[in-house]
């Protein structure tokens, strides 16, 4: 018991799994010089690809200034910046045409595409999306064939080492990389992959696929599928998992990097804090029922019409770094959990193999990475490691009580 406390009480003291959200004032000042550095450097650049500047896009789609300046408000928050920040933030969306994107596809399913595209409206996160300079997307792009092997050339050769290279789907190595190949020379994902990031600022995986292998790395993997981290080395490289990712999140990482001309700091997944430093479970609309022990048991009782907490069910949000629940999907209105489902980890590694069922952790043949201790909802008698453990001692006592209670009066 002592060692499964020392590693739980690891878990969440270790420095990355950190946010540093306050860093004293003389830090934020001098980064905001470097950062008002950098936009004056990007202004004086024309745009690549003669993009539209951003204020015309937004007067095009309807958005005034004050939806522009929601969103700065929220945008600056979300990587973590002091308010005193939101001009520069502006200023930066509005330069994001100087930064050349190469994003190529590979063992993937599309969907992160699909969710960089899809949207109910004109949105701003969407319309800063149509703003960048977006130099190569197989999906998106009219030109087919050696005419999209000319246009990704010439956007390596005149971007070489400025652009920012998206990978979206896992890589096939081994006997099966033949399986997948691009191009009229048969070139390998693998292949493509290095060769393309050599020449990159840095390299952005979006997506389960991407970060960790996803789905396809699944057991037993017959591609013998892996991430982008596994396979490029000596580059920066930024993980944005998630089955599909947010689009915020790829807006902030982009972003960010108009911002400083650098990463973000990443955990020790290579996850950009801003978006992975905390569980979902500690931000969950539902948390209050989890403290509370008010559970759904089986789907349509009383407890899922009462929005209960759906750990029982096979919620995955205990275990589960990502920020879903507080930027959530479609528009921001709604997320898996908040419309019934519970989390199933797909911003963690292996997540299909390790979370993706029906069933709580306490139920599984394996061990949460936070040593388990989430299972006590249903085992009372462990030592309360964690904020989440008070809520489960807590609901555990009081329905020992209650059960006493109950057999007294019965006796009686």
Known sequence: MREKNEAVRRLFTAQSSRVETNRGDLYYRALYNRCKERIEELKALEPFGGKPELREILSEEGCDRRDFMKWVSATTAMLMLPSFFEPLVAEAAEVMNRIPVIWIELQDCAGNTEAFIRSDGPKVDEIILEIISLEFQETLMAAAGHQAE???????????GRYLLFVEGSVPTGPSSTWCTIGPGGETFEEHLTRLASDAAAVVAVGSCATFGGVPAASPNPTHAKGVMEIVKGKPIINIPACPANPANMVGVILHYVLTGEIPELDALLRPKFAFGYRIHDNCERRAHFDAGEFVEEWGDEGAKNNFC???????????????????????????????????????????????????????????????????????GLVVLTATGVGIAIHAAVSLIAGKKSDEGERS
């Not at 000319?150 to 005149?158: C, G, I, N, P, W």
């Open 150 to 160: 000319a246009q990704l050339h010439d956007a390596v050769e005149t971007f070489r």
């Open 310 to 380: 759906l750990y029982k069910m096979g919620c995955k949000g205990p275990m589960t770094f990502n920020n879903c629940s507080i930027i959530r999907y479609n528009e921001s209105v709604s997320w898996p959990v908040g419309v019934g489902h519970g989390c199933i980890g797909c911003s963690e590694p292996d997540f299909w193999d390790k979370y993706a069922y029906e069933r709580p952790m306490a139920d599984a043949d394996i061990k949460a990475p936070t040593g388990g201790v989430e299972k006590s909802v249903d085992e009372f």
